[in-house]
């Protein structure tokens, strides 16, 4: 019985020496989350923050400045801008962070000013990039908070599960994008060409990842239970926040690990791919040969 052959521990971990299973996938990104965690912190709690803007200036900016109903001139009426204004900062973010994680995870010493330059220079095609690879998951977050109140946890799941089967597909267009340097649609058909025929791994990889990362968030919300009887009615506003910065602290972890998954399941595709048409090559080549063996050969004039 053949075994696999265990991962080297070099100082960089792409490209890689051998396609690599789930799990194992799985592991590479965490020991590529732990390598670049402490300098994508930052920069993953303020893409936290941004994502939060749109609720905090229709909880509180709305409401402070209301009009008369009925007025053309309401800020509800601003709401889009709020929720454009998170996208262009969040995906700005986003590819500062992939950048970062991809030269720690090739022993590379990350550049802040390199970082943003190319995440500035590249922030109109980034932005259909990003809206490639992850439109399906928005899509599921968005029905999941749409027909939370009509089904309940189980439906959604159902509904939910296989809508990661098109995440699948679409997902690596962003470590295509910000990795390889790619055009917005080169890196969608780059995705969708590298991840058609193993679609399922990478929605194993999907599917654990949000489970892990769903783990934290359900034991912030235990812990915001636990709490709440203490604090009594009177202070919902503290238990409010507790709530937020927990959310925020969750959500500053589990982007930098979510985008490390990407980024080793992406090299592992490709890995894959390439040896897929290496092998479709050495097939094709004796069928040649021996085509040429059988043609006649052309007697002189």
């Not at 996938?25 to 803007?53: H, I, K, N």
């Not at 007025?71 to 996208?87: C, D, E, T």
């Not at 780059?190 to 949000?210: C, E, H, I, N, P």
């Amino acid at each position: 019985m053949s075994r696999a052959q265990p991962l080297d521990a070099p100082g960089s971990l792409v490209p890689l020496s051998r396609p690599l299973m789930t799990g194992e996938v799985l592991d590479a990104a965490y020991r590529l989350f732990r390598a670049g965690l402490l300098r994508c912190l930052p920069y993953s709690g303020l893409a936290v923050l941004v994502f939060e803007l749109p609720t905090v200036y229709a909880t509180f900016v709305v409401p402070s400045f209301a009009v008369p109903q009925g007025s053309a001139f309401g800020l509800a009426q601003f709401r889009p801008v709020s929720w454009g204004i998170a996208a262009l900062l969040a995906t700005a973010l986003l590819g500062v962070i992939t950048l970062r994680l991809h030269a720690i995870s090739r022993g590379l010493r990350p550049r802040f000013r390199a970082e943003m330059l190319a995440a500035v220079r590249r922030w109109p095609a980034a932005l259909i990039a990003t809206l490639g690879a992850l439109g399906f998951p928005l899509l599921l977050f968005s029905a999941s908070a749409a027909i939370s109140n009509i089904l309940p946890g189980a439906g959604l799941a159902l509904i939910g599960v296989p809508l990661l089967w098109p995440s699948a597909l679409f997902v690596v267009a962003l470590p295509a994008f910000w990795c390889d340097g790619l055009g917005p649609l080169a890196a969608v058909m780059q995705a969708l060409r590298v991840s058609r025929r193993r679609s399922w791994r990478m929605f194993g990889a999907l599917l654990a990842t949000a489970c892990m990362v769903a783990v934290f968030y359900v034991v912030s919300a235990i812990i915001v239970g636990l709490i709440s009887p203490l604090l009594g009615r009177a202070d919902l506003f503290l238990i409010a926040l507790v709530r937020s910065l927990l959310a925020l602290v969750v959500g500053a972890f589990g982007v930098p690990f979510a985008l490390a998954v990407l980024i080793v399941a992406y090299e592992d595709l490709k890995l894959r791919e390439r040896e897929r048409r290496a092998a479709a090559t050495q097939d094709t080549r004796p069928e040649k040969e021996h085509l040429a063996e059988d043609r006649p050969a052309r007697e002189p004039s």
